[in-house]
Each structure stands twice: as structure tokens, then as C-alpha cells.
């Protein structure tokens, strides 16, 4: 079965219902990592509107917006989430073999690499580094509009 990484603003998209149609064929399975799932939690925790994740949940309704809110509390079984008990040893071989990325980074590329997996990053992430990286490794990496 396939799997598709995805980062936190494709996250909020399923939760809210508007996946993207290109994002995954309907067999495949979604997975996201901790610290993409604490950038979301993040976000919805603060006051106001900050972003494009925070605006795009501001653009629904109450009822939505806390249904929303409630799953990103209790993410869906559908949804896996890795654990850093799972990526720990393999980020550190990643630096070991020389990679060089952030720490969002770096855990995307070994939640990829666990899953055999695509990350799939939502257009406001592009990121030129993990694209390299995730080439390197044979990891293909989409960008998702």
C-alpha cells in the first residue's frame, strides 16, 4: 500500500475536507510527522490570524473550525503519526551520511525513508534543501496546489 507524507498545511487540508485531488490515489495511506503536527497544533493555538494556515481556518464556519480543531486534538487513526522513538536513530545516520537540513527537515526525510514514502509539500513549503536531500536518497518529493 502507498503512503504519502504530508506536511502541515496538507494536514489541515484533510481535516477540513479539501484534500487536494492530487495529493494521494484513494488507496494510499497519509502520514505526517511530530513536527509538522506540532507546527499545526501551534498555529491553531494562537490568537488571530497569522498565516495562511490560521486564515484558511478562519475562512469557515464556528462549527467547522471546531471540528476541525477537535481532530487535530484527537488526529485520526487514519492518520499516522510518527514517532521520534521511530526516526531518532535513523536522523542521526542521516547526519552521519552528511546530510545537512533543518530538524523538520531531517525528520521528514526519515519519516519518508521509514514509510517508503512521497512527501507531498504544500506549495508555501517549497524547500530546496529536502528536495536535494530526498533526491539523493531516491525519495520523491511533490508539490501540492
Known amino acids: 500500500m502507498t503512503t504519502v507524507l504530508v506536511d502541515d498545511h496538507l494536514l489541515l487540508r484533510i481535516l477540513l475536507d479539501d484534500e487536494p485531488a492530487s495529493l494521494r490515489p484513494t488507496s494510499a495511506k497519509v502520514a505526517t510527522t511530530g513536527l509538522w503536527y506540532h507546527r499545526l497544533c501551534r498555529v491553531l493555538n494562537q490568537d488571530g490570524v497569522i498565516?495562511?494556515?490560521?486564515?484558511?481556518?478562519?475562512?469557515?464556519?464556528?462549527?467547522?473550525?471546531a471540528r476541525v480543531v477537535g481532530a487535530v486534538i484527537e488526529l485520526p487513526e487514519a492518520i499516522e503519526l510518527l514517532s521520534l522513538r521511530s526516526l531518532g536513530w535513523a536522523m542521526g545516520e542521516l547526519i552521519a551520511d552528511g546530510v545537512r537540513l533543518n530538524l523538520l527537515s531531517l525528520e521528514?526525510?526519515?519519516?519518508?525513508?521509514?514509510?517508503?514514502?512521497?512527501?507531498c509539500l504544500?506549495?508555501?513549503?517549497?524547500?530546496?534543501?529536502?528536495?536535494?536531500?530526498?533526491?539523493?536518497?531516491?525519495?520523491?518529493v511533490r508539490t501540492v496546489s
Open 51 to 65: 498565516g495562511s494556515m490560521s486564515r484558511r481556518l478562519g475562512e469557515v464556519d464556528d462549527p467547522v473550525a
Open 108 to 119: 521528514a526525510l526519515a519519516a519518508a525513508r521509514h514509510l517508503a514514502a512521497d512527501i
Open 122 to 140: 504544500a506549495e508555501e513549503d517549497q524547500n530546496d534543501p529536502l528536495l536535494a536531500a530526498a533526491s539523493a536518497f531516491g525519495i520523491r
